[in-house]
Structure formats: structure tokens, C-alpha cells
């Protein structure tokens, strides 16, 4: 069974640049979400999907982040413009439902280094 | 903010049992307590997790106190590829996301 893809690996852009991650779930998973990891810390919960529509999106920094799930599949992250504080590596995560056992299969993620 | 408190770091010799606390005094009575653990440069990985019971799967033992408000991980004979940061949540088996604390760094030392 094929994971979580997420591209890019690494990204390093300059402050007020912009950059986008893309995330395709595992194959029949409904719910998708995505996590911002700063270094030392755990994964801190962005965004949450429910197939194409937003179950909490109330820790998303919605002036310069923005995110979508076209087609309840692929869901690509936005940042823009970047700031520094936003260095950090993007998970993604899914599951098949939210009333799932519970376990999330997670990416290796997407880490952004913002100069 | 997460339920949860767990020892920064802890140490284990290759072969023995690590065993992982967590303290969780204020969970519901329908939160289930989870483990994840993530190695160095992936994404977290479901371990296990229980609502009261004692709970083993091929990684690991969950074991939780009778009154719930602490519970401990065991991996009984470690290798060093279990080095990681180990998480514990508390989290009702639906609907809210996973808030991850800052977990536990377990080094597997040879």
C-alpha cells in the first residue's frame, strides 16, 4: 500500500516569497490534514479536511496561508508571502475517516527554510 | 494545548525494556490515550493506544492505571533504531484532531 506522497522534500526561499506543498493521501483516505512541526516541537495541527471540505481550520494563519483539497484527494499548501517564523517542516496526514481507529498515516514531510 | 506530560528525554540500553510514561490527570472519560513516535527526519508513526485496558500489539504494550491518569509505554526489548521522540495524546476516538506535545526523546544507547 502506497503512503503519503508530499513533494517538495526541501524548499529554501527568501522572506516575501511564496511556495506551495502538495500532499496525495493514501488512496481512500476522506480525511487529510496538515501539520506545521517547528524544530524541538510536536506537529501543530493547520488544517483538517473532511473530502473536499475544511473540518477546523482555526490555527491557520489565513492572511498568508491558505489551503485546498480539489476533488476531496490531493490537497496542495500555500504560503504568501513567507516569513521567517514560518521555517519549519509541513506534514501531512490521513486517515480514512475521522471516526477511524484513530491512527493517522502521516508523510515524511516538506521542510521550508525561509532566509 | 496538550493533556499531556511526558519526561523530555530518557536513556535505555540496547536489549532492555524502555518503558514510557505519561501522565494525563484530567482525561475524559471517553478520551483514549494514543502513542506515536517519530525518528528523526519522518513523519510520526502510530504505535498504539487504549481507553482503559492494557493493550500490546507487535511494537508495543500500552499499560494505563486504573484511575486513567497516567499510563506508561513499553517496548520490551529495545534496538536502536527505537530512538525517537515518542508522543502521548489524549484525544475522544473521533472527531478532534491530535494536539502533540513536545513528547519524549528516548535514546536506545548500544
Known amino acids: 500500500e502506497a503512503g503519503v506522497a508530499q513533494s517538495p522534500r526541501y524548499k529554501i526561499i527568501e522572506k516575501r516569497q511564496s511556495v506551495a506543498f502538495w500532499c496525495n493521501p493514501i488512496?481512500?483516505?476522506?480525511?487529510l490534514y496538515w501539520y506545521q512541526q517547528v524544530l524541538g516541537q510536536g506537529p501543530k495541527l493547520l488544517i483538517q479536511?473532511?473530502?473536499?471540505?475544511?473540518?477546523?481550520d482555526s490555527q491557520l494563519p489565513k492572511d498568508r496561508f491558505s489551503a485546498e483539497r480539489l476533488k476531496g484527494v490531493d490537497s496542495t499548501l500555500k504560503i504568501q508571502p513567507a516569513k521567517l517564523e514560518d521555517s519549519a517542516v509541513y506534514l501531512c496526514?490521513?486517515?480514512?475517516?475521522?471516526?477511524?481507529?484513530?491512527?493517522?498515516?502521516f508523510g515524511e514531510g516538506s521542510r521550508l527554510t525561509v532566509l | 494545548d496538550a493533556k499531556t506530560t511526558q519526561p523530555p528525554s530518557m536513556d535505555c540500553a540496547e536489549g532492555r525494556a524502555a518503558n514510557l510514561p505519561c501522565n494525563h490527570s484530567?482525561?475524559?472519560?471517553?478520551?483514549?490515550v494514543y502513542w506515536y513516535r517519530q525518528i528523526h527526519s519522518q513523519g510520526p508513526q502510530y504505535i498504539i493506544h487504549g481507553l482503559k485496558n492494557n493493550e500490546t500489539n507487535e511494537m508495543a504494550s500500552l499499560i494505563i492505571t486504573e484511575d486513567r491518569k497516567s499510563s506508561t509505554l513499553i517496548l520490551p526489548h529495545a534496538t536502536l533504531r527505537d530512538t525517537a521522540v515518542y508522543y502521548c495524546i489524549v484525544r475522544p476516538n473521533y472527531g478532534q484532531n491530535f494536539v502533540f506535545g513536545p513528547g519524549t526523546r528516548l535514546s536506545v544507547l548500544p
Open positions: 488512496s481512500g483516505h476522506a480525511t
Open positions: 496526514a490521513s486517515s480514512l475517516t475521522t471516526r477511524s481507529s484513530g491512527e493517522l498515516f
Open positions: 484530567t482525561i475524559s472519560g471517553n478520551e483514549y
Open positions: 479536511f473532511q473530502n473536499n471540505g475544511v473540518v477546523d
